[in-house]
């Protein structure tokens, strides 16, 4: 099964709503999920490119997530909104791939490296910066993690984060004062333990 990145969005004519069409893939019905990922498609496109390094990064988390939610449909609790499940998937997705490649062998810097231009280095440390933000995303608690991504890095406001995922808020605002105390002192534990080498 495969999705791809188009033009997308809610469709007018669409009657059934998330978690109907949500049930109707469960029961077995072979169009209903590619309806409801449709209904959700730029939102969600948006999500993964504001959590990926590049496009293809965001495509391909984007692919990995909808077979999650394809294969796990039917373990939805049916006391969130299903816009904020996918949310969630999507989200982790992008933060796992962004993991594995930080875990992957990287090449060592060649002797000459003083050679290439101050803004190739500059733009590597800041891929530095960024893997180790994502690194720190990542040992947050979920809600905390999806909090701050959609407050910090997605930039909707406190109003728009409570909607998408379905908390007060309130709750929004607790759990990204939270997540960002927590990132401050994991970031500082990553740079402590990379300047130790």
Known sequence: ???????????????PS???LLGAHVAGDPHAFAKL???HQNHLWHVAKRTSYSAEDA??????AMLSAHRTASSFRRDAAVRSWLHTIVVNACLDRIRRAKARPTQPLSPDEDAHPPSRRDEAAGVETRLMIQ???HRLPDEQRLAVVTVDIEGHSVA???RILGVPPGTVKSRCARGRTKLAELLEYFRYDGNRS
């Open 160 to 162: 728009e984060a409570a």
């Open 1 to 15: 099964m495969h999705f791809f990145r188009g033009e997308g969005g809610d469709d007018p004519d669409v009657e």
């Open 135 to 137: 690194q720190a995303l």
């Open 37 to 39: 990922f449709h209904r």
């Open 18 to 20: 998330d978690i109907e």
């Open 59 to 64: 495509a391909d988390a984007l692919q990995d």
